[in-house]
Nanobody
Framework: QVQLVESGGGLVQAGGSLRLSCVVSGRAFSIDAMGWFRQAPGKERDFVAVISRNGGSTYYTDSVKGRFTISRDNAKNTVYLQMSSLKPEDTAVYYC?????????????????????WGQGTQVTVSS
């Protein structure tokens, strides 16, 4: 079994930065894809970013390109989401997601149903 625990959320002013972390426990060695999704109140859960096991492949949703960076430290079983130039529309609960498989296809990796494991979420609030 695999467990994911996020941390690092909070309240920040527009233009500020936050770094989210997600620690994987259990059968972490089996994980290939690690990603982040977010869900604003009353909206669907949307894809943010994903990274492959060796970090050689990443995908981002257009609205965060140039502002967010996903990275991972396999020695620490941790994936990070560095968020900069935050905007009020980035306000959401951010979820870490993981799966045994990674595909070099954006449309596959952006689909939440392709991730087997999920964290409990961490709230990010950006004030204007």
């Amino acid at each position: 079994q695999v467990q994911l625990v996020e941390s690092g959320g909070g309240l920040v002013q527009a233009g500020g930065s936050l770094r989210l972390s997600c620690v994987v426990s259990g059968r972490a060695f089996s994980i290939d894809a690690m990603g982040w999704f977010r869900q604003a109140p009353g909206k669907e859960r949307d894809f943010v970013a994903v990274i492959s096991r060796n970090g050689g492949s990443t995908y981002y949703t257009d609205s965060v390109k140039g502002r967010f960076t996903i990275s991972r430290d396999n020695a620490k079983n941790t994936v990070y989401l560095q968020m900069s130039s935050l905007k009020p529309e980035d306000t959401a609960v951010y979820y870490c997601a993981a799966d045994l498989n990674y595909y070099n296809t954006y449309t596959i990796m952006a689909r939440s149903s392709n991730y087997r494991y999920w964290g409990q979420g961490t709230q990010v609030t950006v004030s204007s």
